[in-house]
């Protein structure tokens, strides 16, 4: 089968040689990523994962080699044998790893050809995505993504190791199960030998995890694939990648100790020593100085200015007095024109009663001394953007929403995130201005992360008027805040917790509850009655009654960090293969329809629309 290689073994990797193998023979084995047809000499530059090396075929050393050479095209597989040699000066090539030597071949074996591929992986213009993904085998040939997989190869080990040290171990969970209760939709699979029966592709192994506990397993991981058909954003993908653990008998912190210990392990493995322990913040505070659950702590938090603003200064401006009113400052940005400030408007979303104040020279101008303490209280220096978002005053505006949350508290939430997510957009349009977000190779500014704790236990879900859990329905309440189950569900507060990297979530989690008699009550305060929930999930609550140690855990999405460590905008640079927004696979062209023998034998008729 294999005759063509005759007794040629592959000696040396392409990217591998350097200077100090001038002599050697090597046998080199990759694709031709270029050839350069200089008459006597041809040059080709032999490619594999680790690298290119250039080879010499010289014609009047060896004419035959030259005509075989002469034959060679863009992404033929071949074999070279020859001598390494040193470059002479002035061909030194200072920008690949072995641009000081050459290879003077001896012999080429074309061990495959090649149709003229519909892109180059050498190219440096890329491609349109739809291509890339379609010839994604090619795609993948790129350097950048060669080092990306690698990258989360690398990454993936460091977190086994550093997890299994820890005396985690690594189980699997089923992929064909039931409903998980993460609340996104299901991808559902068919059962042929029980017609109108689905199985569920798990949006997490949330539900097995917490019975590996209840079967004795102590510490449990998983680097798991997870499904959720969800409407695709920038950053999500159908089919992901979590790393899962759960353990028994932990304290929240322990939990946070073993994940700054495997993120300070990924990390090192892509080059950067992270600091640990992480700052920590309660959902709360995130709200207040944030306007957000996933702070960018890489710019300054917002600064509360409503003790400024005199019973006049709010008439006249308009402002709610039972709101907050805060200052964004956005560093470095100089003075804005009037059509900077024109700009800034459409990137304030106004909803839920709040308004934005863009011309603080106008503020400043009218009302100078409120407008000196802001400047102080905010820390601004003089060539920083500051804009105000407050309530806005007109009558009637802050009508209770569902009657349920006290109100304030709603609208109070309404104005910072408004300012929150202004300060993000405000952020990333002025990024040339203020340089937080470019890398200083310091990894103590370039990964802020953080612990976000305390969130909310519920939330209100307009639509549907009725709580619903903020994180799942197996998270566990505050002891403290247990006698607020019924008379305030809004004010319970979960023992659920983000991490947080450069304002982007990387993972969540929380302390479970381990007793059927508060997961009843957690079901009841969610609308859930006994008959329901034990439809949903009877065996897990049956589960619990036989012995459940006190349990929890988190998962972290394995693609998203690989993508912050690679640099890249999209989870799909670090997937091999990944679908489109909408959750198609170019290269296999899935989904597709299927035979109608096939639906028959699973009892489906498919409606024609
Ligand atoms: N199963 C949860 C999720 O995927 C994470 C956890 O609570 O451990 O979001």
């Not at 105000?388 to 009657?403: M, Y």
């Not at 992360?449 to 519920?458: A, K």
């Not at 109608?596 to 629309?609: F, M």
Request: net charge neutral.
């Amino acid at each position: 089968m294999l005759d063509f290689l005759g007794d040629l073994r592959r000696t040396h990797m392409c990217g591998a040689l350097r200077a100090s193998d001038a002599g050697k023979t090597a046998v080199l084995m990759g694709w031709v990523n270029r050839r350069r047809d200089l008459g006597n000499l041809i040059f080709i530059d032999v490619r594999d994962r680790s690298g290119i090396t250039q080879i010499v075929c010289d014609k009047e050393r060896n004419p035959a080699l030259h005509t075989k050479a002469e034959e060679l095209r863009n992404e033929y597989v071949i074999a070279v044998t020859g001598t390494v040699k040193l470059r002479d000066g002035n061909t030194i090539n200072k920008n690949i790893p072995t641009g000081e030597i050459e290879m003077i071949a001896d012999e080429v074996r074309i061990l495959n050809e090649s149709k003229q591929p519909p892109f180059l992986p050498g190219d440096t213009v890329l491609p349109n995505e739809e291509l890339r993904l379609q010839y994604r085998y090619i795609d993948l040939r790129r350097d950048a993504m060669q080092r990306n997989i690698e990258l989360r190869h690398r990454v993936a080990i460091a977190i086994r190791d550093y997890l299994s040290s820890l005396g985690f171990f690594e189980i699997e969970t089923p992929f064909m199960t039931r409903s998980t209760p993460e609340g996104a939709r299901d991808y559902l699979v068919p059962s042929r030998v029980q017609p109108g029966s689905f199985y569920a592709l798990p949006q997490s192994p949330q539900l097995f995890k917490q019975i590996l506990m209840i079967s004795g397993f102590d510490k449990y991981f998983q680097i798991v694939r997870c499904f959720r058909d969800e409407d695709l954003r920038a950053d999500r993908q159908p089919e992901f990648t979590q790393i899962d653990l759960e353990m028994s008998y932990p304290q929240p912190e322990r939990v946070w100790e073993v994940v700054e210990g495997f993120l300070t392990a990924a990390f090192k493995a892509a080059g950067h020593a992270i600091k640990t322990p992480f700052p920590r913040m309660s959902y709360d505070e995130a709200i207040r100085l944030y306007g957000s659950d996933k702070p960018d702590m890489r710019l300054p938090g917002m600064t509360d200015v409503r003790e400024f603003f005199g019973q006049e200064n709010l008439s006249t401006l308009s402002i709610s007095p039972a709101l907050p009113v805060v200052a964004i400052r956005i560093p470095k940005v100089g003075e804005l024109s009037r059509k900077e400030r024109d700009d800034i408007k459409p990137l304030f979303n106004a909803r839920g009663g709040a308004k934005l104040f863009e011309d603080f020279k106008r503020l400043e101008k009218s009302f100078p001394e409120t407008a000196a303490k802001i400047r102080e209280k905010s820390q601004a220096e003089p060539d920083d953007l500051i804009v105000i978002v407050a309530g806005d005053g007109k009558p009637g505006e802050h009508k209770s929403e569902g009657g349920v949350k006290p109100e304030v508290k709603q609208h109070d939430h309404a104005v910072y995130t408004a300012a929150g997510l202004l300060r993000v957009a405000l952020a990333q349009k002025y990024a040339a201005q203020h340089g937080a977000f470019s890398k200083t190779g310091d990894p103590a500014k370039d990964y802020r992360f953080l612990w976000v704790t305390d969130f909310p236990m519920f939330e209100y879900d307009d639509e549907g008027k009725r709580w619903a859990a903020a994180h799942h329905p197996f998270t566990s309440p505050h002891e403290k805040d247990m006698d607020k189950l019924e008379s305030d569900p809004g004010a319970v507060r979960a023992l659920a917790y983000d991490v947080v990297l450069n304002g982007t979530e990387l993972g969540s989690g929380s302390i479970r509850i381990h007793r059927q008699d508060i997961q009843r009550k957690i079901f009841s305060a969610l609308g859930m009655n006994e008959d329901e929930a034990r439809a949903r999930f009877g065996f897990f609550l049956e589960a619990l009654e036989y012995g459940t140690p006190p349990h929890g855990g988190i998962a972290l999405g394995l693609d998203r960090i690989v993508m912050i460590l690679a640099g890249a905008d999209s989870l799909r640079e670090v997937i091999p293969f990944p679908k489109t927004a909408r959750a198609v696979d170019l290269m296999v062209d899935a989904p597709t329809p299927v035979s109608e023998s096939q639906l028959r034998d699973l009892g489906i008729q498919v409606k024609k629309s």
